[in-house]
Each structure stands twice: as structure tokens, then as C-alpha cells.
């Protein structure tokens, strides 16, 4: 399928804080390349993002927080970019503004950019997480977010529910190349098993997360049990990483780099990951994995507003528990060592999440057959015409 208007160039100001959404981002532009749509970017923009020809207004790493905590110590600074964007926004005048990730900034943003420009068409990538908690968050966004693209299936029906914006199920851009997570069959795991460790992308988790990963392979090591640790570590964090580590009386082998994750993956018989989009990856992989977090001092305060029966991707696609989740008082060493220690091995446990992790790769597959759905939506939304490939040009303005 082809669009077209007018042979004009689409303008899209995208607003992104984060490697994950900075992905997202060219992703789409990519998408509109392969449907040789010409685009003018404004915005903010990552490295995957500039490679592509696009510009970022500042630096997005000032906006990579997490936490309520960081956040509220950030106020001031996160007011004064929000107001930097507004007017950059209102200067580009674009058909279209993409928010994705950041939530509390791009929401502060969308706000202000409604306010002045009531008819400008606002767009969030990826769905607020209502399903885990403050669900009243879905009806409030109809004031500044006009629709909504999901990259989980049951989204859509879940924010009609809500009374949200209108919603898009899109797919998840892991389901773009499922072929990259191999069909190895993990059955029987390796003797010593391989031990994936993944404390986290984001300095607070990992800081809150590595004390209580050193200690659980400690208590592997006291009960005798055979495993060779690996941790991938993020660039930006492998030096804070690779210092705590250092000191640890069991030291996992820090690899870094994307072919070092990808081969760790591969190898991997067992994980301990911090709760996050990961866990999706792990499933993917057939990984047999146990997920772990803490929250920051306010988070653990307001703990009590989660209203999801879990944190965990793979257990929310596939609507049964198959990653099980251990946080805050319930992520105890001895227990998480034990709990390793039994999916390290081939038995029942093992087999049960194996059994999962199929079902959830062929509910991903049925996305996986239409690429480019997120650009296609933009590019409906923003008014451009969708024509048969094998027709003609319409004529426009009577012509």
C-alpha cells in the first residue's frame, strides 16, 4: 500500500527521553522510508534517531530517570526543558507530535501544546501502563492525547474499558524480528547451567538490585550448586557495575556490547533479571527466569495503588504465571538461590515455563506478519491517503 498528499513531506516533531524510545522513533522513520514517505523530524532524537538524518533539541539523557524520587529532584530542571519544548513544538508546526516514553514529561508538554494548539494532532507511543495501576489516568488523557499506539494486544480493549483515547494494538517491536531469539531447545540446561544476571538499565535499580544479587550467588555457592554467571552490562553503567562487582566475593563474568548480550542470551540456561521489558526478551529467548525488583523509598510508600496481578510482560500476553516475581521483602537470597537452583535443572519447574514462553512466541508471531503498522497509523491519522499500489495518483484540488 502506498500514501501520498500532495508529494508533501510529513512533519513529525517526535519527543523521546530514552534508548528504548529513541529505537521506537527510528523504527517509525524507518517505516516511513520503506513507504518512500518523505519526512521532516524536529524534536528530540537519540543515536538510532541522528543516524537517520534527525535533529534533537537537547541532549535526551536528561530526561532518563526513573522513580518517583529522581523525578521530584529533578522538578525544576524537567519544568524548564517541558517549557523549551512547548516552543519548539509551537515554532516546527507539525502534523504530527509523537510522544513516546517519558510519560510525566510528555504529558506535561502535551498539555501545554493543547492548550495553544487545540486542533494539532498529539499522538503516545506506547500505552500508560493502566493496567498495573491509577487506571483513571486512561480518561484523563482524552483532554491532550489524541490516540494511543499499544504495543501490547490487550491494550486497546482494556483503554476502551477505561473510557481512554482510541487505541491502536500495533505490535511490539520485539515481534518485528522474531527469528533473532532462535529455536535452541533448552530442555535439558548445560552442567554447570549458564546464569544470566540482569540487574537493570537504570543506575537506581541497579544500585537497589546488585546487593541482593551478590548475595544469592553466594548462597548458591554455600549450597554447592554448579553455575558459571554472566551479566551484560549497559555502556553508560558498566563502570559503576563493573567497581561493585569487584568487591563481591562471587563474581559473574561482565561482558559488554550487543554481540556479548546476544551470544550471552544464547547461551543462557537460567536468568535473574530485574522486572522490566527484558523479561519479554527472556521469554522470547526460552530462558527459564526468576524476576526480581525494589522500589525507591517513595514507590515502596505508594505501593499500594498497583492493581495488576503482575509486573510481568510475558505473564500478561499469555494471561497465566510463568515468570515468577520476587520483590521487595519477598526477593530473600536464600529463597531466589533455591529457586534458581531448581530451574537450573530438568524437572517440571523448568518445563512449565518452556511450555509458557511457547505460547507467548506464538501470540507474538500473529503481530510479527504486519510490519510497519505504527507508521501506517501516523501516517493515517495525519490525513494522508492510503491507495492501492496498483492504481494511479488521485488527482487533487480538482485537477
Same mark, same amino acid.
Given at each position: 500500500?502506498? %500514501?501520498?498528499?500532495?508529494?508533501? #513531506?510529513?512533519?513529525? @516533531?517526535?519527543?523521546? +527521553?530514552?534508548? #528504548?524510545?529513541?529505537?521506537? +522513533?527510528?523504527?517509525?522513520?524507518?517505516?516511513?522510508?520503506?513507504?518512500?514517505?518523505?519526512?521532516?523530524?524536529?524534536?528530540?532524537?537519540?543515536?538510532?534517531?541522528?543516524?537517520?538524518?534527525?535533529? /534533537?533539541?537537547?541532549?535526551? #539523557?536528561?530526561? /532518563?530517570?526513573?522513580?518517583?524520587?529522581? $523525578?521530584?529532584?529533578?522538578?525544576?530542571?524537567?519544568?524548564?526543558?517541558?517549557?523549551?519544548?512547548? &516552543?519548539?513544538?509551537?515554532?516546527?508546526?507539525?502534523?504530527?507530535?509523537?510522544?513516546?516514553? #517519558?510519560?510525566? %514529561?510528555?504529558?506535561?508538554?502535551?498539555?501545554? $501544546?493543547? &492548550?495553544?494548539?487545540?486542533?494539532?494532532?498529539?499522538?503516545? @507511543?506506547?500505552?500508560? /501502563? $493502566?493496567?498495573?495501576?491509577?487506571? +483513571?489516568?486512561?480518561?484523563?488523557m482524552n483532554a491532550f492525547i489524541d490516540h494511543i499506539l499499544a504495543i501490547l494486544p490487550f491494550e486497546p480493549k482494556l483503554m476502551k474499558e477505561l473510557g481512554g483515547p482510541e487505541t491502536t494494538y500495533v505490535g511490539h517491536p520485539l515481534s518485528a524480528n522474531l527469528a533473532q531469539f532462535g529455536n535452541k531447545d533448552r530442555r535439558v540446561p548445560a552442567d554447570p547451567f549458564n546464569l544470566l544476571v540482569l540487574p537493570g538499565s537504570r543506575k537506581g535499580e541497579v544500585k537497589r538490585l546488585l546487593p541482593l544479587i551478590r548475595d544469592t550467588l $553466594?548462597?548458591?555457592?554455600?549450597?554447592?550448586?554448579?553455575?558459571?554467571?554472566?551479566?551484560?552490562?549497559?555502556?553508560?553503567?558498566?563502570? @559503576?557495575?563493573?567497581e561493585a562487582v569487584s568487591h563481591w566475593p562471587v563474581k559473574p563474568e561482565i561482558v559488554l556490547g550487543k554481540k556479548a548480550k546476544q551470544l550471552a542470551f544464547e547461551n543462557a540456561d537460567v536468568a535473574l533479571a530485574c522486572s522490566g521489558t527484558v523479561l519479554l526478551e527472556l521469554g522470547l529467548f526460552s530462558i527459564p527466569t526468576v524476576s526480581i525488583y525494589k522500589l525507591d523509598s517513595l514507590g515502596f510508600i505508594v505501593r499500594y495503588m498497583v492493581v495488576a496481578w503482575t509486573a510481568c510482560l510475558p505473564n500478561l500476553i499469555v494471561d497465566q504465571m510463568i515468570i515468577p516475581e520476587r520483590f521487595e521483602e519477598y526477593g530473600d537470597p536464600q529463597a531466589l538461590a533455591r529457586e534458581l537452583q531448581q530451574l537450573g535443572k530438568q524437572g517440571h519447574q523448568r518445563d512449565a515455563q518452556l511450555d509458557g514462553f511457547k505460547r507467548l512466541k506464538e501470540i507474538m508471531y500473529e503481530a510479527s506478519t504486519k510490519p510497519d503498522l505504527a507508521a501506517s497509523k501516523i501516517l493515517e491519522l495525519a490525513g494522508w491517503e492510503k491507495l492501492s499500489s496498483n492504481n494511479a495518483l488521485p488527482k487533487k484540488n480538482g485537477q
Open positions: 500500500m502506498l %500514501f501520498v498528499k500532495n508529494n508533501q #513531506s510529513l512533519r513529525i @516533531y517526535i519527543v523521546t +527521553g530514552e534508548e #528504548s524510545g529513541d529505537a521506537l +522513533g527510528a523504527d517509525i522513520l524507518h517505516g516511513l522510508e520503506r513507504k518512500n514517505i518523505k519526512w521532516e523530524h524536529g524534536g528530540l532524537a537519540g543515536p538510532k534517531m541522528q543516524a537517520l538524518g534527525a535533529k /534533537s533539541l537537547f541532549d535526551i #539523557s536528561q530526561l /532518563s530517570v526513573m522513580g518517583i524520587t529522581a $523525578v521530584i529532584a529533578k522538578l525544576p530542571k524537567v519544568f524548564s526543558l517541558v517549557r523549551q519544548v512547548t &516552543k519548539d513544538v509551537a515554532e516546527f508546526k507539525p502534523d504530527v507530535l509523537l510522544l513516546i516514553d #517519558s510519560p510525566d %514529561f510528555n504529558y506535561a508538554v502535551a498539555k501545554r $501544546v493543547k &492548550k495553544r494548539f487545540p486542533d494539532m494532532l498529539i499522538v503516545k @507511543y506506547i500505552c500508560p /501502563s $493502566v493496567w498495573a495501576w491509577r487506571q +483513571g489516568r486512561a480518561r484523563k $553466594v548462597v548458591m555457592e554455600e549450597r554447592k550448586v554448579e553455575f558459571e554467571a554472566v551479566l551484560p552490562a549497559v555502556d553508560h553503567l558498566a563502570d @559503576y557495575i563493573g
